[in-house]
C-alpha cells in the first residue's frame, strides 16, 4: 500500500525558509513521477514544483527560483526547500506521486496523495 507522510510545515516571517518533507513507503520512489501541490482556502489546487523518474525538475513561474524539489531515491524521501518566503505561499502543501503522468502541474495525472502540511508566512 502507498503512503506518503509529509512533514516540516509551519509558520515563518517573509522572507524565512521551510524545508518540507514527504516519507514514502509501499513503493520504490524511483518509480513515480513526484509533486508538491498547494492549496489555499478559496482556491484550486495548484502545482508547486514536480520531479520525474530521471531527475528532471519544473516548478510554477510564482516559485522559480525560490524553492527547490529534490528527492533521495534509497531513503524514499521528496523535499521541497523553501526559500524567500511570501504571504501569498500561505497554503495546504501536499505531496503527491503518480505512475504515469503527462502534465506534471496537473493533480489529476496523479495516483496517492499525501494528508498536507500547512506552511503560513505571515508579513
Known amino acids: 500500500q502507498v503512503q506518503l507522510v509529509e512533514s516540516g510545515g509551519g509558520s515563518v516571517q517573509a522572507g524565512g525558509s521551510l524545508t518540507l518533507s514527504c516519507a514514502a513507503s509501499?513503493?520504490?520512489?524511483?518509480?513515480?513521477?513526484m509533486g508538491w501541490f498547494r492549496q489555499a482556502p478559496g482556491k484550486e489546487r495548484e502545482g508547486v514544483a514536480a520531479?520525474?523518474?530521471?531527475?528532471?525538475?519544473e516548478y510554477t513561474d510564482s516559485v522559480k527560483g525560490r524553492f527547490t524539489i529534490s528527492k533521495d531515491n534509497a531513503k524514499s524521501t521528496l523535499t521541497l526547500q523553501m526559500n524567500s518566503l511570501k504571504p501569498e505561499d500561505t497554503a495546504m502543501y501536499y505531496c503527491?506521486?503518480?505512475?504515469?503522468?503527462?502534465?506534471?502541474?496537473?493533480?489529476?495525472?496523479?495516483?496517492?496523495w499525501g494528508q498536507g502540511t500547512q506552511v503560513t508566512v505571515f508579513s
Open positions: 509501499g513503493y520504490t520512489l524511483s518509480s513515480f513521477c
Open positions: 520531479i520525474d523518474r530521471n531527475g528532471n525538475t
Open positions: 503527491a506521486a503518480g505512475t504515469m503522468v503527462a502534465d506534471r502541474a496537473a493533480p489529476y495525472e496523479y495516483n496517492y
